[in-house]
């Protein structure tokens, strides 16, 4: 598959004796929308923290666009256009809601044009934008302590968007939403999506992984167990055993 | 309505400027050596909020920039006496090459190792100097300080204004920092590290450049030192008030902007002052600790941070100028 | 020059003053390495210890070593208290990077003021009738005021690592590092471990202070060279791990005994500060790891 715009081969990760990740090998092609299901420590945040530089992994290669991320730390991975939003909403706590999206702004997109690309001025009007998206508008002034744990989410998300993306990772980001807020947020990502962000879901809110995703990943205990359309994979008899069926 | 750097310096510099006059027209010897002591303090407090208050970095070996600083010019005098200015630039340079060596050995670990290092390099570095007799090793070195100087006349008030004039660059430079990209960058890295890199922000870099430039401006404070005390030994120029006070007064003033070390400063420093010369100054020290233990407890975001709630409420909401 | 009796008896020097760093090192190692606090003002509470055996020695004409273990629930309650004010002030708020530090960093200098404000800066000492003593082993000398702390050492580290594999308490303290949640699934209050687990971190403060009085006259700035020592035997032992503390202190203690016997006692500070700063930079792990 030629154009592929993630190419995961061989990853591993142990933590001391236990092998949290046992030579994962997956692709997303670009423009694709990938949803990444499976029970809790199964290892789908150590793969995201793997992809994103958080954590180095011991074995295998993550492949981005092309490049070789080896050796790369977080915020070189996020300059390249890969994003993502933390399964544990991690707001920046002294600034407001539009100043956490300021951030990716100045240092992600202003970065990767070499310094000035969006101008002082528009920078409040992007973060509006942003807010709007997630539908936080009118909370740009706000603190993220005044935020529920739901539009802490949002937040996050925004986040991730606001460093504009080639492919977006959501790490459990609709945990807690109300069933009208999960649909508001699967629309949002799907219309990301036609924008051309790829998106990788990683969700345990299977109506929202089935409406989403064009094709289904599961992760059971390190390994992958399934990789395909989301009707095959969800009848597939060992996901039913090890995942569906508990 | 934002107010550009050079408008503060401008107006930092000629307050600045009234002060020394004010103080000229008293007269009065004291008012310099205690106002260069207070203002001193404003330095190193500032300094270290670039790094401690603004990214969360807490450095503890104040004593050990500071030092430098002395002893580039105390090596200096016994070589080739240069003029003021010119050790404030060198004492700069050095200040901001150690910061940025200790700085790339320990930030990529845990701030709480940044910190252990910080006091292990201020060991360190005065067991080096104790072991350096050209400057005096133990025994101290005596530099002499000259009585006048042109133009200004009385040396004291010519260290006064040298220090007032530091001031004026420090709280200018942080303050630029505080409310430029950089500070926001900054900020991040002091909130969560992990979600600014994730954010694009390259965190080692930042805490570098935060680390030269606090060591850069505590190596200038300690240019002048010697020639303000005459006599500098190691015990003195490392000593322990320098890593606390520079702790302590961001600390109780407020450490998310370049105000708190500066109303830490000038409270402490002057509470200080008085309670040196009337009471003692090992009391002195105690008070200095146990306010900073009581403000982090009670008072976590210092005065400002006391203050701002009620500024809010006034202005409405205030917006973060770029 | 590197004669043989030299060589041997700096080595043995730094055994036996390892040994005692270790007593001395192994509450920071519960503290930082298992609690994941970083009390930097561990040695100003050794050094409370130390003066609280001068005192009782001095008045009463106790053992230091007794005194050292009379004091230890009074140390024990102490560290109970500084946890319970640690927890509510930073950790609970999740300030402790930043504010903890300051926190600690008041109470080590506060300590080292009121010591200097109550007994001066000079030095203080025990007596005991075994301080002055020694004996000879061969070509081995073998001072007891070396020995007897470093003994003492050694059985305390003992009885603290059977505690911590042994009992249920020890196990959930060893647990509250790796896995809150499944402690508290065990019905055990993390934050009450974690509190036992610091007043038992200043408890070692006590019998560590007792020893060191015996070892070394002691001044209130003393508890300050031991910061660059005690955490450069953690960093150098792997953090929460008693026998590495105990091998990492014995390192340092043969290079610190080297120093002062080849090089002289002036440049002992800058050898654990710098050994610190070398391990930061290049093996932050330590050297046996977790």
New interface residues.
């Given amino acids: 598959m030629a154009a592929d715009l993630l190419q995961v081969q061989g990853l591993g990760k142990r933590f001391?004796g236990f092998v949290a990740l046992d030579g994962i090998d997956f692709s997303v092609a670009q423009g694709e929308r990938v949803g990444l299901i499976g029970p809790n420590g199964s290892g789908k945040s150590t793969l995201v923290n793997c992809l994103?530089?958080?954590l180095v992994n011991e074995t295998g290669s993550v492949h981005f666009d092309g490049r070789d991320l080896r050796g790369l730390?977080?915020?070189e991975r996020?300059?390249l256009g890969l994003?993502?939003s933390?399964q544990l909403p991690?707001?920046?706590?002294?600034?407001?809601v539009a100043?956490n999206l300021?951030?990716?702004i100045?240092?992600?997109v202003?970065?990767r044009h070499g310094g000035k690309h969006v101008a002082?001025g528009e920078i409040a009007d992007r973060c509006g934008e942003l807010l709007s998206l997630v539908g936080l508008a009118g909370r740009a002034?706000d603190y993220p302590r005044d935020l529920t744990q739901v539009d802490m989410r949002k937040l996050e998300l925004a986040?991730?968007m606001?460093?504009e993306p080639k492919l977006l990772i959501a790490d459990e980001a609709m945990a807690g939403l109300s069933h009208s807020e999960v649909t508001d947020i699967v629309a949002l990502l799907i219309r990301l999506n036609e924008r051309g962000i790829t998106v990788v879901l990683i969700e345990h809110i299977m109506r929202a992984v089935m409406s989403f995703s064009q094709r289904l990943v599961v992760l059971v205990s390190g390994r992958k167990i399934a990789d395909g359309s989301p009707q095959d994979v969800i009848r597939d008899a060992e996901v039913e055993r090890a995942y569906l069926g508990q | 309505m934002t107010v550009r750097w050079w408008t503060f310096l401008v107006v930092a510099a000629a307050v600045a400027a009234l002060t020394f006059l004010g103080a000229r027209a008293v007269d009065n010897d004291y008012l310099f050596f205690a106002g260069y002591t207070v203002l001193q303090f404003v330095v190193l407090a500032t300094a270290w909020n670039i790094l401690g208050g603004y990214c969360g970095y807490v450095n503890f070996g104040t004593a050990a920039f500071f030092a430098i600083g002395a002893y580039t010019t105390v090596f200096f005098h016994k070589t080739y006496p240069l003029p003021i200015p010119v050790l404030l630039v060198l004492a700069a340079v050095i200040g901001a090459l150690v910061g940025l060596g200790t700085g790339y050995l320990t930030l990529r670990l845990r701030g709480a190792f940044f910190s252990i290092a910080t006091l292990a390099l201020a060991v360190v570095l005065q067991t080096l100097v104790v072991n350096w007799n050209y400057v005096g090793g133990s025994r101290g070195a005596y530099v002499i300080r000259p009585n006048e100087i042109a133009v200004i006349g009385s040396y004291i008030q010519y260290l006064f204004l040298i220090m007032l004039g530091l001031t004026v660059v420090s709280l200018t430079v942080a303050r630029a920092v505080e409310r430029s990209w950089l500070g926001y960058g900054f900020a991040t890295i002091r909130d969560d590290e992990l979600a600014a890199e994730a954010s694009g922000v390259p965190t080692l870099k930042l805490k570098l450049i935060a680390t030269a430039v606090s060591g850069a401006i505590m190596g200038m404070a300690g240019a002048p030192f010697p020639y303000y005390i005459g006599y500098l030994e190691p015990a003195s120029a490392f000593g322990l008030p320098y890593a606390v006070n520079s702790i302590a007064m961001p600390m109780i003033g407020g450490t998310t902007t370049w105000v708190g070390p500066l109303i830490g400063a000038l409270l402490l420093g002057t509470l200080q002052q008085v309670a040196t010369v009337t009471i003692s100054s090992a009391v002195n020290l105690l008070l200095v600790g146990l306010l900073l233990v009581g403000f982090v407890i009670i008072a976590p975001n210092g005065i400002v941070g006391l203050v701002q709630p009620w500024l809010r409420r006034s202005k409405g909401k205030k917006p973060h100028g770029g | 020059m590197f004669s043989a009796d030299l060589l041997v008896n700096a080595l043995v020097a730094g055994l036996l003053l390892g040994g005692f760093y270790a007593a001395v090192t192994v509450g920071v190692s519960v503290s930082f390495g298992i609690l994941d606090i970083v009390n930097i003002a561990h040695p100003a509470f050794v050094i409370l210890g130390s003066y609280i055996a001068y005192i009782a020695n001095a008045q009463f004409g106790l053992d230091p070593v007794l005194v050292g273990i009379l004091a230890l629930p009074a140390f024990y309650i102490l560290g109970g208290a500084t946890y319970q004010i640690y927890y509510m002030s930073f950790e609970k708020r999740g300030q402790e990077a930043l504010r903890g530090l300051a926190f600690f960093f008041g109470l080590l200098f506060i300590t080292e003021v009121g010591l200097i404000l109550v007994f001066g800066v000079d030095y203080r000492y025990v007596s005991a009738p075994y301080i002055d003593q020694s004996f000879s082993l061969g070509i081995i000398h073998l001072p007891m005021r070396m020995l007897v702390p470093c003994l003492f050492s050694l059985l305390m580290l003992i009885c603290l690592q059977l505690y911590l594999t042994r009992t249920f308490i020890g196990r959930a303290i060893m647990a509250v590092a790796q896995d809150q949640l499944a402690l508290r699934l065990m019905a055990a209050d993390p934050i009450r471990i974690k509190r036992i687990a610091f007043a038992i971190s200043i408890a070692t403060a006590s019998l560590a202070g007792a020893f060191l009085i015996i070892i070394q006259p002691v001044e209130p700035s003393v508890g300050r060279e031991y910061i660059g020592r005690v955490f450069a035997i953690c960093v150098l032992g792997g953090l929460g791990s008693l026998p590495g503390t105990l091998i990492g202190a014995m390192l340092l203690g043969i290079v610190e005994s080297f120093t002062a016997t080849f090089y002289g006692p002036s440049w002992a500070p800058a050898v654990s500060f710098g050994l610190l700063l070398l391990t930061l930079a290049f093996r932050p792990a330590g050297l046996l790891g977790r």
């Fill in positions: 001391g994103c530089g958080t730390i977080a915020h996020t300059r994003a993502r933390f991690r707001p920046f706590a002294s600034m407001t100043d300021r951030v990716p100045l240092y992600t202003n970065a002082a002034h986040r991730a606001a460093s």
